[in-house]
């Protein structure tokens, strides 16, 4: 399994992710391009933004990064 998730056009390393937004992005500016979009928090205080698909797929990889990091642990 790859370490990096494709979020907007960039692929991202995992290991950067420090939280991914729980309700798409509402702003009610009329010229949001983020809007619909999940905000994915990065170190460094830098944010991507991820469609739902993206933003399903980069918490199904984290998980089971994760549980596979258990796996090998125990
Ligand atoms: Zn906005």
Redesign the pocket.
């Known amino acids: 399994m790859s370490v990096f998730a494709l979020i907007d056009d960039k692929h991202v390393p995992l290991y950067r992710v420090i939280w991914i937004a729980a309700t798409p992005?509402?702003?009610?500016?009329e010229d949001?391009?983020?809007?619909g979009f999940y905000e994915v928090r990065l170190e460094q205080a830098e944010s991507v933004w991820a469609n739902q698909q993206q933003r399903d797929e980069v918490l199904a990889a984290i998980e089971s990064w994760h549980t596979g990091e258990d796996e090998w642990r125990s």
Not at 25 to 29: Q, V, Y
Not at 32 to 35: D, F, L, S, Y
């Open positions: 992005h509402f702003c009610g500016e949001c391009e983020r809007e």
